[in-house]
């Protein structure tokens, strides 16, 4: 089968979560393919995959293909935002939620074949100033899993990394007061986080938020969670597919834009990487990124 994708640049982040041999895999899959020209790009330092991105959209490839985690394809997607030139993800990191978003399969030889049996699809991202993220925005206790997610926890335990940290904030009593503006309507509530969503998987333990959320409707999910309990069992509810707040009750708007004031300030995570702190503007791009996804998913 001929590729669609003549010249594909593979930006590669080594200190993802993964121990595997990438570039043996990718070689294994592409040799296949003699019509195809692929080059590498190794990623540094945090910004090199957007500079590496930038620099193959200059020089006009077919493709652009990240390898890493969820982090790793926002910074390449950085670079690419209304290029057009389609983005794979090869997922290597320890959560995936993005590849698991796309139908994408985690297995990394699995992944690099989609493209030869791909479709496009066009995605919204969210965006504050200058930065985008692509899954959601985390503040509160969210943020606070993350952040405590050190390099070391996830090389010894995986995505489990996130679930001993999600335990530990059971215990937690800290509330934060949010003034929400929603498309120009104000809305005042208590609650431990507050999530703003493009995408429905959070990457862990097949969890996800409500199957409302839709990266292609031009809008931003906003959740406000009132206790880890409650997140959990709105969690659980989604999994084995009760309706949206049958096992607990949590707030949920759908906006265009948003902006938080937090009491006391929070900390913002896009992605896994720093947006800044509260008092912040959110707002969803439409059809700001083009992806590859499956053209025939395997059933999930």
Not at 159 to 168: C, D, E, Q, S, W
């Amino acid at each position: 089968m001929q590729s669609p994708y003549k010249t594909i640049q593979i930006i590669v982040n080594p200190a993802a979560g993964q121990d595997e041999a990438i570039l043996n895999t990718l070689n294994r899959v592409f040799s296949k393919h003699e019509d195809v020209t692929w080059d590498t790009s190794i990623i540094l330092k945090h910004g090199d995959g957007e500079k590496w991105a930038r620099a193959a959209v200059e020089a006009g490839v077919d493709l652009v293909a990240s390898y890493g985690g969820d982090g790793t394809a926002l910074d390449v997607a950085n670079g690419m935002v209304g290029s057009g030139i389609p983005q794979m993800v090869l997922p290597g990191g320890t959560a995936n939620a993005l590849a698991q978003e796309l139908n994408i399969p985690l297995n990394l030889e699995a992944a690099a074949e989609v493209i030869f049996n791909s479709e496009t699809r066009v995605i919204d991202l969210g965006k504050t100033d200058d930065r985008y993220f692509i899954l959601r925005a985390d503040m509160g206790v969210s943020a606070q899993i993350v952040d405590e997610a050190s390099r070391e926890m996830k090389d010894r335990f995986g995505v489990l990394a996130y679930g001993i940290n999600a335990l530990r904030a059971v215990t937690t009593n800290d509330r934060t007061h949010f003034t929400l503006t929603l498309d120009g309507e104000t809305v005042e509530t208590d609650g431990i986080a507050c999530l703003i969503a493009n995408a429905n998987k959070l990457g862990t333990m097949e969890l996800t938020l409500s199957p409302n959320v839709d990266m292609t409707d031009g809008l931003l999910n906003v959740f406000v969670f009132n206790s880890v309990t409650e997140s959990l069992l709105s969690a659980a509810a989604q999994i084995i597919r009760l309706q949206d707040g049958a096992a607990a009750t949590l707030q949920h708007w759908l906006v265009k834009e948003v902006t938080v004031v937090a009491d006391p300030p929070q900390k913002v995570r896009g992605d896994g990487e720093s947006l800044g702190e509260t008092p912040l503007t959110i707002s969803i791009v439409p059809q700001a990124m083009t992806v590859l996804v499956p053209r025939n998913p395997e059933p999930a």
